[in-house]
């Protein structure tokens, strides 16, 4: 009948080995074959890594789940799902990760993960920055625009406004001021719009009696 040795002999025994022992020397210590304590070793002997030592068991049961996750990833992979998502999505999804507080994942994960070229993403992530700086930009912009419009008792045009914007050190074109007053419902109000009008109404009124004169002269000649 095998004689069974208890774990913890086991474990000592391979850590002797692991700090220089031989299996021959240890085999005479104990009285234990050579070929018992180069299973031993392989049972119980650590497996250094970067970063944790393992023991042949947890290592086996590491591979074991590395091997269930590629298979998890394969079957991900082989159903096409990663293929029917819009890129915009798997783009909005990895940068909520990417830019969640103590993020854990490299770019390279992320985008392996969801099947996306990091050069893609890299490009989203710039892109989106420039949209918010330009979005902060804009909003100051409209404020000004408004200030100037609403000082000048909302007399000032899209020209005008971008003129006084200049003199204050904020170069912009008129075509972007003129955009900004229409989305902003900026109008303009003319200060000699009422005599304008007045004036069009005389000479209006002043055509019309002058018809009224013509005619009646017309009339006149003809008795």
């Not at 625009?145 to 000032?156: H, N, T």
Request: glycine residues 4%.
């Amino acid at each position: 009948m095998p004689v069974t040795y208890p774990a913890e002999l086991k474990a000592k025994t391979i850590d002797c080995y692991e700090k220089g022992e031989s299996i021959k020397t240890l085999s005479k210590e104990l009285h234990i074959s050579q070929s018992t304590l180069y299973h031993w070793r392989k049972e119980y002997c650590s497996i250094q890594t970067p970063n944790r030592t393992y023991t042949p068991a947890e290592f086996d049961a590491i591979s074991r789940w590395l091997q269930k996750l590629e298979h998890e990833m394969e079957i991900i992979r082989l159903s096409g799902y990663l293929v029917s998502v819009p890129l915009q999505q798997k783009l909005s999804t990895l940068e909520k990760l990417y830019n969640q507080p103590d993020n854990p994942y490299s770019v390279h994960e992320l985008c392996d993960a969801l099947d996306v070229a990091r050069g893609t993403f890299y490009n989203h992530i710039f892109r989106r920055a420039d949209r918010s700086k330009y979005e902060d930009e804009q909003a100051q912009l409209m404020l000004k625009v408004k200030q100037v419009f609403d000082d000048s008792e909302q007399r000032y045009g899209a020209e005008k406004i971008r003129i006084v914007l200049a003199q204050s050190g904020i170069k912009v074109s008129k075509k972007r001021v003129t955009a900004i007053m229409r989305k902003l419902g900026l109008c303009s109000v003319r200060v000699d719009s009422k005599k304008l009008f007045k004036k069009r109404l005389q000479r209006a009124k002043k055509s019309a009696e002058t018809r009224v004169f013509s005619r009646s002269s017309q009339l006149d000649m003809g008795q």
